[in-house]
């Protein structure tokens, strides 16, 4: 048995809602305790398995991310990997397609820019929502409580980071108002973006889609980098089933995601 099929093995026997003990999957798995504590710390490590009760294991949020991402309209997911490669060819910039889980925008797709020097970012990583534009352009159409939940674990990360509920509060409005978001170096020193979120057939954000770079770079084209950026995730975005009003777009959601 490989490594990867020991793997996907252990993330089988935790797909449901019950936790499962981890003598449960030494047994279920034959084998060796090291081996199923190894593995299950790494599945923890990348999200893809969380802690329940002692000794209990499920699936974690990275699981739950992309299970939302695949269950998505495949015409939606398609038209955001094509709208990745033309903003990476108009831009030269890294390209990020990401949902949100837990207040963090995870990356569930990305085209890497055309730079040596570039902004580093992997799929299924994962960055604070308070501090990053994907994330952002995600955080501003939570409810208000979920808002506050975020807000209230914020650190900063530099000196540009928002990180009081006020602040936090105040940038939203800003990006609901604008339907963009911009991060000026909130997360990493030196790196901003920029992202507007992707609307979904019942006129829900169901992604955020933007780009990210040196500071000098995006600086000297942040308006022009802003337009293209809203112009592609509005391609992205499926026609509404109803009609859905600028104003409901600009409030935030009832509903709340956790983890």
Avoid at 133 to 151: D, F, H, N, Y
Wanted: proline share 5%; glycine share 8%.
């Amino acid at each position: 048995m490989t490594a990867i099929t020991k793997a996907l093995t252990i993330l089988e026997l935790t797909a449901h809602d019950d936790p499962v003990s981890l003598a449960s999957l030494i047994d279920a798995t034959g084998l060796p305790r090291s081996t199923v504590v190894r593995i299950v710390g790494e599945l923890v490590d990348r999200d893809f398995l969380e802690r329940a009760e002692r000794g209990h294991y499920r699936a974690g949020s990275m699981i739950r991310a992309l299970a939302r991402f695949s269950s998505t309209d495949a015409a939606i997911n398609a038209r955001a990997r094509a709208e990745l490669h033309t903003l990476v060819e108009l831009t030269g910039e890294t390209a990020h397609y990401a949902v949100y889980e837990n207040g963090c925008a995870v990356y569930v797709d990305k085209v890497d820019g055309q730079h040596p020097v570039r902004a580093y970012t992997q799929i299924g990583g994962r960055s604070p929502a308070y501090a990053t534009a994907t994330g952002k352009a995600l955080l501003a159409w939570q409810s208000p409580e979920e808002i506050a939940r975020v807000a209230a674990g914020a650190v900063a990360f530099t000196k540009r980071t928002h990180a009081t509920l006020a602040a936090i509060e105040r940038e939203e409005r800003k990006v609901r108002a604008q339907q963009l978001a911009i991060n000026r170096g909130e997360w990493r020193e030196g790196v901003w973006g920029i992202a507007a979120p992707v609307w979904g057939p019942d006129g829900t954000v169901i992604a955020a889609f933007g780009l990210s770079g040196p500071e000098p770079r995006i600086r000297a084209k942040v308006d022009h980098y802003a337009a293209l950026v809203q112009k592609y995730a509005a391609k992205i975005a499926a026609p509404p089933t109803s009609a859905v009003t600028l104003e409901n777009q600009r409030r935030p959601s009832s509903r709340t995601i956790r983890g």
